[in-house]
């Protein structure tokens, strides 16, 4: 069984960026999908990317895309995100996952692993 932790959440100004890493304290990737999932106060978990094992597959959401950067480098067991052009509606935790082998990688229910989060604040 892995486990995740995630690091790099800080406060940013916006239009700022910020990496997120997240790591796996023990344990190895199964050659499945890692995600970044996010929630805000008082809102529902959002997708926010996703990476198939390879890191030829990438997936966004639609609030993100254009703006951040999913990658993997499984030698090391970690996953990244990297965030551009950050806005105060990127304010969240941020949590990674260990997801599914194949389908399914947009929803957060498929994932069987996850991290405590990282807090990311981007005031305006």
């Known amino acids: 069984q892995v486990q995740l932790v995630e690091s790099g959440g800080v406060l940013v100004q916006a239009g700022g960026s910020l990496r997120l890493s997240c790591a796996a304290s023990?344990?190895?990737?199964?050659?499945?999908?890692m995600g970044w999932f996010r929630q805000a106060p008082g809102k529902e978990r959002e997708f926010v990317a996703a990476?198939?094992?390879?890191?030829?597959?990438?997936y966004y959401g639609d609030s993100v895309k254009g703006r951040f950067t999913i990658s993997r480098d499984n030698a090391k067991n970690t996953v990244y995100l990297q965030m551009n052009s950050l806005k105060p509606d990127d304010t969240a935790i941020y949590s990674c996952?260990?997801?599914?082998?194949?389908?399914?990688?947009?929803?957060?229910?498929?994932?069987?692993?996850w991290g405590q989060g990282t807090q990311v604040t981007v005031s305006s």
């Open positions: 990476i198939s094992w390879s890191g030829g597959s990438t």
């Open positions: 996952a260990e997801g599914p082998r194949t389908t399914g990688w947009g929803t957060w229910r498929e994932y069987d692993y």
């Open positions: 023990r344990g190895t990737f199964r050659r499945y999908y």
